[in-house]
């Protein structure tokens, strides 16, 4: 596998992206206390990024949501860390690094569902609809993607590459 060194989105465009994202967020949150539920580890930038623009006063937990091996998805989701006391009659922020086939988003959704949370919404930093198996709509999206497999930003290939301020594409 082989790194891409010319970014598919640079620093800048994914700072000033997320500063739209978090205005977005704080309009539609305005007088409510949301609880963002951050899935570790591909989103642990992403996230850190997106509350410090945010005015909104959050909440901020994270869980682990496990599906990846290499490229290849794995099921079935293994969700740890999950605080439930978090989530009952919250409004709550699922903040992800990428939506790809849907079924870690789908998997952790149904889950929170079962502790009657006020509210779920999906925030995505990346989204590759090509991808979809499961139904799944992002409310917050950062970058619709093509059907590449990306690093950088949070994101790893075997757990290499996340510290790259940027996303870039990794290639067989
Ligand atoms: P899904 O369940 O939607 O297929 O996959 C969700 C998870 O797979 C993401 O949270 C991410 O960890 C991983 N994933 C999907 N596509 C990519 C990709 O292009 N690059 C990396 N690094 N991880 C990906």
Do not use: W
């Amino acid at each position: 596998m082989q790194l891409n060194e010319c970014p598919l989105i640079d620093a800048d465009t994914i700072h000033q992206r997320i500063g739209e994202m978090a205005r977005q967020i704080d309009q539609v949150y305005a007088g409510r206390h949301p609880v963002l539920l951050v899935t570790l580890s591909g989103a642990f930038l992403f996230a850190a990024d997106l509350v410090r623009q945010l005015r909104t006063p959050v909440q901020i937990e994270f869980v682990r949501a496990q599906s990846y091996r290499g490229t290849q998805s794995a099921t079935p989701l293994q969700l740890t860390g999950l605080n439930t006391e978090t989530v009952v009659n919250r409004h709550v922020i699922v903040v992800e690094d990428i939506v790809d086939t849907g079924r870690t988003a789908h998997a952790l959704t149904e889950q929170l569902q079962a502790h009657n949370p006020a509210s779920i919404r999906l925030c995505a930093l990346l989204d590759k609809p090509a991808r979809r198996e499961v139904s799944v709509t992002a409310d917050y999206v950062g970058f619709a993607i093509e059907d590449h497999f990306v690093v950088g930003y949070g994101l790893d290939y075997d757990g290499l590459y996340r510290q790259l301020p940027a996303i870039h594409v990794i290639e067989a």
